[in-house]
């Protein structure tokens, strides 16, 4: 197994090139849409992380006790998700049959909690406000080769990443992994 390595930080005229290499995705194929999403997170996830990191910081230093109490909460609710879909087979299920459902259900726990506790506005602006940003620029942004391949490259397994190793957690690269296994598989047999 590859070691974990972070991606390198995109330059800026890759991560936001101009309009030209931006389109809507297309709402009839989700499966399309998801692969694009994956694709781009797995590509751009130092650049992600950086912006998140920046938003971060903005809004820790606004407020860092409300800052603190939302980053305590999301961890131990995804942590806590994680766990149960390991240890019960009917969360697992529900996981791999439903992830968006999933992801959805572990950000509502976590809004509820955080709500409970009173830092609202801070999970609003320093959680909701960097996954929105990423999930927009994954969805827009178009692929390029070099994308492309380092998603294979990732999904084959010969290079992990630490969004691959969140993908995979959250079930999104299950079916990656398979279609590449079966066609090397083939591949050896013949």
Known sequence: MAKVELTPLRSWDDFFPGWDRFAKPDMKDMAKWNNRVVSNLLYYQTNYLAMSVIVFLIVG???????????????????????????????????????????????????VLISILGSVMVFMIAITLPLTLILAHSSFRLRNMKNKLENKIECAGLKRSPMGIFLESLGQQEENFQKIQNFLEAKIKE
Do not use: C, E, Q
């Not at 603190?68 to 999301?74: D, I, S």
């Not at 994680?82 to 950000?107: G, L, Q």
């Open 61 to 111: 230093l606004l407020n860092p006790l409300g800052m603190f109490t939302a980053m305590a909460v999301v961890s131990g609710v995804f942590l806590g998700s994680v766990w149960a879909a390991d240890n019960r087979s009917a969360i697992r299920n529900f996981k791999r049959h439903k992830p968006t459902a999933f992801v959805i259900a572990v950000m509502v726990a976590s809004y």
